[in-house]
């Protein structure tokens, strides 16, 4: 710009960081109902263009309108899955990130870590680690990641990744999330028996704390020593197991209740 500085303007939604569109969704969820815009619409480029509210103070107003609608439409860009894409990381080393090439082949301690960060704004990076990881090779169209082993290894990297390809990641997850819902539909319909409305908000207060750790428990039998090594079973295995189990449960109560009626 002509005013003294230069203002780093993204010119897609490629050009805007995960971290930064977390910050700035946070900050919008929480003024929506404001009755001007007028500090979101400041803060929006504050943080998509890193420039200070100071200098925020030098744009002219017309450029400052510009800027203002071309952040939008890039906001409200339509996003596509992105198989691969390259960052580089602090040291200064390009690496390529794939996505798990097939979400069914996933273990349970992935899809159990994709349960819990997806849905989670403030950890959508955490669920980017799950789904993105290191190529171990690629030839032609396939390519094989590196095996998942907990989320910490690329989460903070992941924070710069672009924000459409997080998103985009995102809803192909949901998708498939889904299907999988659908597949086992047992294992994720919630049966209240009647009378039991006391029980059945101790058990969803008990499930609330507790999440995805009832689960791994079950498949682990009530070892704490198999826990690891069930998260690295496949995801379609355990998923039939808990549904049998669960199914087994609820059966096996309804004929205790008929037997003593």
């Given at each position: 710009?002509?005013?003294?500085?230069?203002?780093?303007?993204?010119?897609?939604?490629?050009?805007?960081?995960?971290?930064?569109?977390v910050?700035?969704?946070?900050?919008?969820?929480?003024?929506?109902?404001?009755?001007?815009?007028?500090?979101?619409?400041?803060?929006?480029?504050?943080?998509?263009?890193?420039?200070?509210?100071?200098?925020?103070?030098?744009?002219?107003?017309?450029?400052f309108?510009?800027?203002?609608?071309?952040?939008?439409?890039?906001?409200?860009?339509?996003?596509?899955?992105?198989?691969?894409?390259?960052?580089?990381?602090?040291?200064?080393?390009?690496?390529?990130?794939?996505?798990?090439?097939?979400?069914?082949?996933?273990?349970?301690?992935?899809?159990?870590?994709?349960?819990?960060?997806?849905?989670?704004?403030?950890?959508?990076?955490?669920?980017?680690?799950?789904?993105?990881?290191?190529?171990?090779?690629?030839?032609?169209g396939?390519?094989?990641?590196?095996?998942?082993?907990?989320?910490?290894?690329?989460?903070?990297?992941?924070?710069?990744?672009?924000?459409?390809i997080?998103?985009?990641?995102?809803?192909?997850?949901?998708?498939?999330?889904?299907?999988?819902?659908?597949?086992?539909?047992?294992?994720?319909?919630?049966?209240?028996?009647?009378?039991?409305?006391?029980?059945?908000?101790?058990?969803?207060?008990?499930?609330k704390?507790?999440?995805?750790y009832?689960?791994?428990?079950?498949?682990?039998?009530?070892?704490?020593?198999?826990?690891?090594?069930?998260?690295?079973?496949?995801?379609?295995?355990?998923?039939?197991?808990?549904?049998?189990?669960?199914?087994?449960?609820?059966?096996?109560?309804?004929?205790?209740?008929?037997?003593?009626?």
């Amino acid at each position: 710009m002509d005013n003294g500085f230069n203002l780093s303007i993204p010119k897609t939604l490629r050009g805007v960081k995960l971290h930064q569109w977390v910050k700035f969704m946070e900050i919008h969820q929480k003024n929506k109902d404001n009755e001007t815009s007028e500090f979101l619409d400041k803060k929006m480029i504050e943080i998509l263009c890193d420039v200070s509210l100071k200098e925020l103070a030098l744009i002219p107003i017309a450029s400052f309108d510009t800027v203002l609608a071309h952040l939008y439409d890039v906001l409200n860009t339509e996003v596509d899955l992105v198989n691969t894409f390259k960052m580089v990381g602090s040291d200064g080393v390009e690496v390529e990130f794939g996505i798990i090439p097939n979400l069914d082949k996933m273990t349970y301690g992935e899809w159990e870590d994709l349960e819990n960060y997806i849905f989670d704004q403030k950890n959508l990076h955490r669920a980017m680690a799950v789904l993105y990881r290191p190529l171990v090779y690629q030839i032609g169209g396939k390519y094989r990641v590196h095996p998942y082993q907990g989320t910490e290894f690329y989460a903070d990297l992941m924070k710069e990744m672009p924000v459409d390809i997080a998103l985009g990641a995102r809803v192909f997850f949901l998708s498939f999330s889904e299907k999988i819902r659908e597949l086992y539909n047992g294992l994720y319909t919630q049966t209240i028996s009647t009378g039991a409305e006391r029980g059945q908000g101790l058990s969803q207060a008990f499930g609330k704390k507790w999440g995805g750790y009832q689960a791994i428990f079950a498949l682990a039998e009530g070892d704490v020593r198999r826990i690891d090594e069930v998260t690295k079973l496949p995801l379609h295995q355990c998923l039939m197991y808990l549904e049998f189990v669960k199914e087994k449960n609820e059966l096996e109560n309804k004929l205790i209740k008929q037997s003593t009626r």
